[in-house]
């Protein structure tokens, strides 16, 4: 079955210590997105890549940086430079323009907890 | 920046009412989608509606819009506690996706 698959689904760390993200879909998108969620809030976009080897800051980049090397991966990293980054990690994918909308395909998510 | 802004925030109702949920945005868009989430889980995506619609219809859901007003809606009717979730709007910004605050929803059985 076609998907994407975040890993870990839940991921301890330590204040100064930075963490990775995984993203990774078969369903041969082009774009892929990161968004942030806090308790009872609405979704932030971090990052999203368009293409392979291009990614574009989103509202909140500050403290995350990605990679897009391979169309079916997009991981995220949280650095120590992210003062608050206690947050439930949501990865989405869609193939732009296919329907004429972005119509978007998440994964399950990854919550981060910083001890 | 987020487009969207959902009223109520939490909404409660019995299992056969109908629930509805309110999205207002703020520039002109192509299309607004709505999603669901489950708590805990990513989000799904339910219906699509675009600038030229007034109105679209998905078994039980139905999304109105009113661009000139910069509003949209969705009715979920004979509500079931299996439809307890939270729903967002999401409005197209170019080539993302802009989400709303997200509107939580509880059907009691």
């Known amino acids: 079955d076609g998907g994407i698959t975040q890993s870990p689904k839940y991921l301890f760390r330590k204040e100064g210590q930075n963490v990775t993200l995984s993203c990774e879909q078969n369903?041969?998108?082009?774009?892929m997105y990161w968004y942030r969620q806090d308790p009872g809030q609405g979704l932030r976009l971090i990052y999203y890549?368009?293409?392979?080897?291009?990614?574009q800051k989103g509202d909140i980049a500050e403290g995350y940086s990605v990679s897009r090397e391979k169309k079916e991966s997009f991981p995220l990293t949280v650095t120590s430079a992210q003062k608050n980054p206690t947050a439930f990690y949501l990865c989405?994918?869609?193939?732009?323009?296919?329907?004429?909308?972005?119509?978007?395909?998440f994964g399950a998510g990854s919550r981060l907890t910083v001890l | 920046s987020q487009q969207g802004e959902e009223d109520p925030q939490a909404l409660s109702i019995q299992e056969g009412e109908n629930a509805t949920m309110n999205c207002s945005y703020k520039?002109?868009?192509?299309?607004l989608q709505w999603y669901r989430q489950n708590s805990g889980r990513g989000l799904v995506h339910l219906i699509l509606?675009?600038?030229?619609?007034r109105e679209k219809h998905s078994g039980r859901l139905r999304v109105t819009l009113d661009t000139s007003k910069k509003s949209s809606s969705l009715l979920i009717t004979a509500s079931r506690a299996a439809d307890t979730a939270s729903y967002f709007c999401?409005?197209?910004?170019?080539?993302?996706?802009?989400f709303g605050t997200g509107t939580r929803l509880q059907v009691f059985p």
């Open positions: 989405a994918s869609t193939n732009p323009g296919s329907s004429g909308a972005n119509v978007l395909t």
């Open positions: 369903l041969n998108h082009d774009a």
């Open positions: 890549s368009q293409i392979v080897n291009d990614f």
């Open positions: 520039t002109s868009i192509n299309n």
């Open positions: 509606i675009r600038s030229n619609e």
């Open positions: 999401a409005t197209d910004d170019t080539d993302k996706l802009i």
